[in-house]
Structure formats: C-alpha cells, structure tokens
C-alpha cells in the first residue's frame, strides 16, 4: 500500500467550491393568484403539525389545559399565578410573563384536537380569545410587562406565538371575525420584519421567514407565502467564506453572529428545525424547495451536523453559548418559559419538548421527529435523513459511521468510528471561541482552547456544565485561576493563524498555536483507526501566579476509576475522593483508557496526574440564566500538573486516548497500541510535533507542524 504523510505547515488550508444557490426572486416572482389551492393545502398541514403528534402528549396538554382555566381570570384576563412585572435584563431569555400567551396556545391547541376532552369546548374557546386578547391589548397598548429587552421577543418570538395562534383560529373562525383579529394582532406580526442586518441572517432570517408564512396561512395571502419562502430559500445558500458571511459554509459547518461555529443545538438545530418543517409543510407544492437548493441543505444536515452528533446529542464545542441550555418542566411536563421552544417552533412536539429518552437535554437533536417526513423529491436524499433519525434514536444497525473531517471554515475536527467518537474545538484569527449573551454562556471561554471530547454514546457530558471546573476543560491546558469567569471576558480570537488540519476521510491530524496570558503551547492531535494522540509542547511568555495544568477529561462519573503506575504495574480501583498520583502508567474510567507512558521502556517513569472521581456541584446561575439551586454530579476528571504557580519552564505532554475499551482488554489493547505509537519517529518540541510509523493503519503517515 502506498504510504500517506498528511502534512499541516501552514494555516487552515482554504477550500475554494461553489454550489449555486436559487435566487430569492426566483420564488418571489411567482403568480400569486394560482396557489389559492396550494395556501388552503399548506394552512391545513400547519394545522396539523400543531397537535400533538404522539397520545402522551395529548394528555399531557388535557391536564395542563385543565389546571390552567381555573388560574384564568375572567375578567382581567390575566392567570392568578403569574407575576405581570418586568423584572430587567434578567429575563430576557425566561421570560415568565409570556407563559400567559404559551397557555393561549395550548386551549387553542385542545379546543382544535378532536381526540382531547377539550374539544370544540366552548369554554376552553372562550378562555383562550380572552388570554389571547389580553395579551394583543396590553403589548399593543404599550404595557411595560407586556415588552422585553430582547429584540428576538419583540421581533420573532411574539409574532411568531401570535401567527400560531391565529392559524389555529381559523379552523374556528369567520372570515368576517378572523378579520377582525388579524387587524387587531397586525402591529405584532409586522414587527418581524426582514433585515439585512445580524438581527436577520442565518438562523434568525429563516426565523422571521417562518413568522410570515404563519401570518400568510392565517390570512389567505399567497404574495406574502411567495415572499417568505424566497426569504427561507435565500438562506440555505452556501456563504462565501471570505466574508465571514452567518449561514452554512463552504465545509457545511454553520456560523452565526460571525465566523462562530454553532453547527449544533441553538442557531444551526433552529435553522435546521425551521426549514424542515417548512419545507415539509410545502411538500408537493410550487413552495417546495427545488433540487438544487435540497442538495444544499442535505448536505450540511448529513455531512454537517450528522458529523457534529454522537448518539442523540450535539458536541457541546458547536453549540455556542447554547451548550448552557437546560429543561426545565412545569406540574404537567410542559417546557415553561423558554423562548426556544414554544414560540420558536411550529410542531407540537418541537414546541412542547418532553425530552424523552434518549433526548433528555436540549442539546440533544431537536429535528430528529422531522426527518422521515422530508419531501425530497430525490428518494435516496429521502433515505438517507430517515437513517439519520434511525442513527438519532439509537438503533445499532445504524451507528456505522467510519470517518474523519477538518471543517476548515471553523477549525474544528471529529473523528468518527462504530462506537465511538472524538471531536476537536479549536479556534484562529479567522474565527471565534464562544460568546456571551443574555447570561448565557458566562464561564465559556475556553471552549474553543483545543477541547478535546470523547464520546461514546454521546451523554458523557449531559447536564454537567453547571458543576465544571472550567480551566479543566477536556484537552486544554489553562492557568488554574481558581475564581470563575465573566460574562465580558468570553469571547476572544486566538491570536494566531497556524490552526488547522487534513486528512483522508478515514484517519488524520490537527494542531494549534494556542497563546494566552503567557502561555503558549503547540498543540497537535493525531487520529488512528482506534485510538488517538494528543501532544503538548507549552512555554512561558510570562509567569502568572497560577498553576498551569492540562485536562485529560472532564465528565460524568459512571463507572470505577482504575489506575496503573509503573513502579508497580498493579491495577488500582481509585477510592471516591480526590487524588495526585506519580508514576502514572495509564487511566481507566467509562470504557475509556487514557495511556499516558508512551515509551517502549516498561520501567519509564510515568506521569503524575490528578484525578477526581467524587461529588461536584454548581448551579445552572453560576454559567447561564437559570435557577441557583444547588445541582451535584458525581464527576470523573483527570489533568496534568504541567507548572507550579511562578514556574516559567518549558513543559510538554502526550498521552494516546483508546474509546470502547473493557478494564479486562487494557492489557492486550495497551499494548497493541504501543507497538505503533512506541515503535514510530515520534516528535514533540517547539520547532516540530510528529508521528510516523510503519505500523499503523495507513503504513505511513507524519504530522509536521512547523510554527
């Protein structure tokens, strides 16, 4: 076999394609007056996809429906339980004061549904015209309680919730009364006007596209429908790179609010969400999108997030500040408050998320219930997203995805194989860390330092974040400050162009020049057909009085730690509690060995590691908006002791990590391992980090990364 050396020497390489997108006019165009049939077609599917689409649901709405009528005043219009107050910046993304319009929504939901106990009940009717009108007099009127901080309730989620609701209402009203209630509602919906600005790219322009289709169904104007899908449609073209442009890349990785990778849940799983289900809902029809802007769009669901996913969930390094996103339930299941959800999604079961298992957060793939029903006209395109879903909700047959990828355009790496995978965060001068906004994402700074994540079946980092040590992040290597991060201090470039990576689809490598606050480290990754290695070289611009530590992991305790030092070779069962080791052969925990002596000597000496394997706790106040209850996790966590505070050595590191691995296979695969690592030229200095053997799977491969 010929031999394979994948060289990084330079910055992330720039990969030149074009795929063109349709043009908006090319929808805008169209004869308004021949899609009368198509508008009644499409208002009666939105309809439908309003209802619950599975008999839990049904009872869940039945008994919320019924536990909320008596808390509504009849003659105020307002529910006795809920504060009519704003309480500042504080709520800008829980707003409290708008489960009044989520109640609204769920009597019209019911009054709608002829299998509910509230159907065609003239009182829930009553109820929800009152609640609804409540809300249209009082935001119209100007009530302060009524408004929020946010553009986005201004502007996508009030309009939206309103358009919902007026869809619903024509299966119950008039031409002559609905009339009436749209000019009413009118100065709400208008508000979700198109814009060319940040406040309409992206995620957010398929938003605003979406809250104009619910306004077009409810009103019967095909102009306004003609217009909202070209707006749609518009977005799904790939962005020139070069312009930092929000929307879906050249490498199908997905920005917003700039060159800032959120591919996975928050603005790439919303923009996914919107255009499935508009699409869907346009199936058959002149809106439905045309094969050209389909094979856009599949490829950035299949190439692009699909590659962004372990199990059901998203890689929390391509969520954002949205990583910090949690449920939160009321008496009767139902998601309360959060903008997210039911004023940002039109099917019911995207709006009310129960998050069953094994969707338990809201990092887990919110669109999953959307995909077997895309229209493609395309029936392999049609195939291929029901495999996906299949993949989503855990059926083995499916989780046979073999591959590596670099996407370019976000310095970021996954590295797939049946049973496992490991994905790298990185980030350049051409690209940005995280960011901070409403609260949300305070402590994430260093999410894009190199994060190294290992997954097997996707929940090892679940609901964790609240009770992180986040200068432990897994893969990096940070000042060990003791005091946490602020919301100001989130967002950052890396002040470097050399990060980036290649490979051949199967096996591959990155590295990053990572500088900050005096450190600076050369970080490479090298990704084998079943393990990977991570190497360090690190120095010191100038000393800080902290101690410098890299994470080898940070996650969920869910099985015995077991440990291996070479002065003795014996297999340790860590006691819970926290621990410094010397000697440190290798780390066992969840099916994952870390092995950390990578010589050929039996007798080398080890590394000292620190270990946790005990209880943690935080609250979802300390990193988002959120509850400050106190939440504790059993967590497991290892680093290594790189500098002591005032230390200015240089300093390095390499260890390999092995997924999918039995504490009785440690042995047999340790050494398996070792005989390609150890047996190679392995190289790990300022000037050069590489690796290259014979023994591997591709008989020859190196990594020169020459900074």
Known sequence: MASLCLVVAAAAAVCVCSIPARAANDEANKDSSSSTNEVALMLQRAIGE????????????????????????????????????SIGSSDRSWWPVTIHLQRALLFATAYVDNRSEHYRNDQVRHSMELAFMTWITNDVGGVEAFHNSNWWWEEIGLPRVVGKCLVLMTSWLNESDLSVWLEKATPILSRAHYTPSGEGTAANQVWRASSHALWALASNNASMLNMSYAVMHDAIGVRNSHERADGIQVDYSFHQHGPLLYTGWGYGAIFTTIVLDMDNMA?????????????????????????????????????????????????????????????????????????????????????????????????????????????????????NVTTHKHFFSSDYTVHHRPGWSVTVRMYSTRTLNTECGNDEGKQGKTVADGVTNVYLNGSEYENTYPVWNWTLVPGTTEHQRGFPFKCSEATGVNH???????????????????????????????????????????????????????????????????????????????????????NVSWVHHGRTLYLLNLGTDEHESGVTLGIFNTERNGSWADITQGSNATLNVDMFGAFIPNLQAGGNDNFTYAYAIIPDIELADVQSRRVAALSQIAGSSMTNSRAIQSLCSSNMTTKSWSLYAVF
């Not at 094979?295 to 590659?307: N, S």
């Not at 998203?314 to 449920?327: E, I, N, P």
């Not at 998050?355 to 395309?378: C, E, H, K, M």
Request: aromatic letters at 12%.
């Open 50 to 85: 309003m209802l619950p689409a599975r008999a839990g649901s049904v009872r869940i709405m039945d008994d919320a429906v019924a536990g909320y009528q008596p808390l509504l005043n009849m003659t105020s219009g307002r529910f006795s339980d809920i504060a009519y107050v």
């Open 283 to 399: 199936g058959s029809t002149s809106y439905q999108m045309n094969d050209e802007l389909m094979d856009v769009f599949a490829r950035f669901v299949l190439w692009g997030q699909k590659l962004t996913t372990r199990g059901a969930n998203f890689d929390y390094t391509a969520c954002g500040r949205l990583m910090t996103y949690f449920s939160t339930n009321d008496s009767y299941g139902l998601n309360s408050g959060h903008y997210h959800y039911f004023a940002a999604f039109t099917p019911f079961e995207n709006a009310f998320p129960r998050f069953i298992s094994p969707f338990n957060t809201p990092l887990a793939v919110d669109f999953y219930n959307l995909l077997p029903a895309v229209t493609a006209r395309d029936p392999s395109i049609r195939q291929h997203f029901k495999d996906f879903a299949e993949r989503l909700a855990g059926n083995p047959a499916y989780d």
């Open 496 to 582: 470097t162009e050399f990060v980036g990576g290649a490979g051949n689809d199967l096996t591959g490598m990155s590295a990053m020049n990572f500088s900050r606050a005096g450190i600076s480290v050369h970080k490479a990754w090298v990704f084998e057909d079943d393990f990977v290695v991570h190497m360090g070289s690190g120095a010191i611009d100038h000393v800080e009085q902290y101690p410098i530590a890299t994470a080898l992991d940070q996650k969920k305790l869910i099985s015995d730690v077991s440990v291996s030092q070479t002065t003795t070779h014996e297999i340790i069962n860590l006691t819970r509690g926290d621990h410094i080791l010397h």
